[in-house]
DNA sequence: CTGAAAGCGCTTACAG
DNA sequence: CTGAAAGCGCTTACAG
């Protein structure tokens, strides 16, 4: 097939055709003004050859972008991977590349964002929370307003403070129903074990549980939203808490984290205390014991969030959470 | 900062630098040719302006590559993501972004590397298996080829039949390393659940493993790498097979679901049979109980894969591997 | 050391 | 319906 030192052009379709590049272009993107059987031919004859446009010259030329930029936390987390995998699903059924980006924090987004517009993309997705202050997002978003003003679309997955399309993960909804869940086992003192408090996915997922505990919560403190930060605020809570029946960690990474701390403290779970995740990462139910968690499906709010960059739908939406109860709570004894 | 409804080009930097575009790009590149002093300045009103040059164009114009494509099973599959982490950190500390691409099968890989190369990407990291059969690789081989004839930079992870400077995983040591464990533990009557059969990485575990364990096999089946895979194998193997006493499975995710499936089927691990994984992903030392296998470091491989594919290094290299033994082998009873 | 100009591979008005 | 030509934003010989 290519024997060539390099890849195909349309020059060389063109010529193999016997029409001009025109023509060729035209035959190849299915625009109009092209004999149905000359551009019929012309793509036969691009498909023997193996032809692939180049990208960057269609992106320079002005044609249709067929990259897309995804910005996730860590793509090592499985919360981003399993959001990447049905991203990288979606984009590719419409023939898009996904270039993922790791950005942690407003200085790493702002860089990514710039780097990804000079990359021109055509449409960038943020996977990552929103934050709580307006003040430390307005850098990127005025990135991100030029590159929607220039013709770019955005898409984000959570409440951020960006006039674009949103998926909403049911964080809120999603607290209160993991809450219900521990007071209608009889829990009455819980230690709530969050992320980083600037993160609006944070706090609310924190508003749908507080509301549904009311004073039950007897500690509540933040801590990196991975493994090591579970265990950390499940160490805390139970040093100064000793009274408490339920520790409901604000991710599955981190309830995974408060398993393993209290698995080296000698606690029994569920027996001696409860524990909760959030998200339901394919893992949650391969754990020991297995995770009660508030199923959130990841994978589609990944895919929609493509979707939403490809549509003309500049709408929100929600995908659902459903309670999974597994065998890490149990009613309080 | 950014009031423009379209990025600052080269020229934008140009006028307000009041040099022309050649001595802008010289400058912003650190090319030699222009006083290190009028550099400096352009330097500072390029950053002034945040200007970051339009990829597209420097690609076209044949200027340096900034994106690198990753091929990968599945970045839902924890392997591959931590893969990729590894992967997206070691490149963006040279500035490069790292397009994610699925291919599962051979047809698939052909048309990610087509699409890949079409976009211009400066280096390609195949992080998936190599195959056994050549005849099946040879399409995407001579696609990969034609693409270092032209300049492209290519890593590979495992052994595949390619030219191609590649990270080895130690897959063959390893598996004589669960094996030596397993053996030493007083296992004669083992299961093996191995992934598909085509893969390179499959036949090299097995090969390390059989090495070892000799006529102590009992039974030998192919699956998915998957969950559902390692479980499937895990059913069959005991129902076809009661006598055996450990079930060794060649990845840790396939290890994970033969666990979900023994608890199901009520056989307690590791009183009533042994089970061991293989890679050491984040998750192994959180399953029930805790996963005994091999660690590889996948964060190390992929960082050095994509390191690979900038240095002047065309050998191979390895990257060691460690037996973590944990709760879910024990000696034979 | 600096600049004018060609060219990378496409797409899209503009002519015919 | 088809083609010649301009132009996208850069980099890099080629002049000076």
Redesign the pocket.
């Known amino acids: 097939v290519a024997e060539l030192s390099?890849?195909?052009?349309?020059?060389?379709?063109?010529e193999r055709a016997?029409?001009?590049?025109?023509?060729?272009?035209?035959?190849?993107?299915g625009?109009?003004?092209?004999?149905?059987?000359?551009?019929e031919q012309v793509r036969r004859v691009a498909d023997a050859m193996g032809?692939?446009?180049?990208a960057?010259?269609?992106?320079?030329?002005?044609?249709?972008e067929t990259s897309v930029g995804l910005i996730v936390g860590e793509i090592d987390d499985p919360y981003f991977s399993e959001i990447a995998s049905g991203a990288i699903a979606a984009a590719a059924e419409t023939g898009r590349l996904v270039q993922v980006c790791h950005a942690g924090d407003p200085v790493e987004l702002l860089a990514q964002i710039r780097l990804l517009r000079?990359s021109n993309v055509g449409a960038m997705v943020l996977a990552g929370s929103g934050l709580v202050e307006p003040s430390l997002e307005s850098a990127s978003n005025a990135e991100l307003d030029a590159f929607m003003k220039s013709g770019g679309r955005v898409a984000v997955v959570g409440r951020h403070g960006l006039d674009a399309p949103a998926v909403l993960p049911e964080n809120v909804a999603g607290g209160r129903a993991i809450a219900q869940h521990l007071i209608e086992l009889g829990h009455r003192r819980i230690a709530v074990i969050a992320g980083p408090a600037a993160l609006t996915t944070v706090a609310d997922r924190l508003e749908g549980m507080l509301d549904v505990f009311g004073p039950a919560v007897v500690s509540l403190s933040h801590h990196s939203f991975n493994r090591q930060g579970g265990a950390e605020g499940a160490r805390l809570a139970l040093a100064d808490h000793p009274e408490v029946t339920a520790i409901v960690a604000l991710s599955d990474v981190m309830a995974i984290g408060a398993l393993a701390a209290l698995r080296e403290l000698g606690v029994q779970v569920p027996r001696e205390a409860s524990v909760s995740g959030f998200d339901d990462i394919a893992v949650a139910a391969d754990v020991a014991p297995s995770l009660t968690t508030v199923r959130l499906d990841m994978a589609a709010i990944g895919a929609e969030a493509i979707r939403l960059t490809g549509g003309d739908t500049p709408t929100s939406i929600g995908t659902g959470h459903e309670l999974k109860v597994r065998e890490s709570t149990a009613r309080r004894r």
């Not at 890849?7 to 379709?13: A, S, Y």
């Open positions: 390099r890849p195909t052009r349309l020059i060389d379709v063109a016997g029409v001009s590049i025109a023509t060729a272009s035209r035959s190849l993107a625009a109009p003004g092209v004999s149905p059987s000359l551009a032809y692939v446009a180049n960057h010259a269609r992106s320079l030329a002005g044609g249709h000079a």
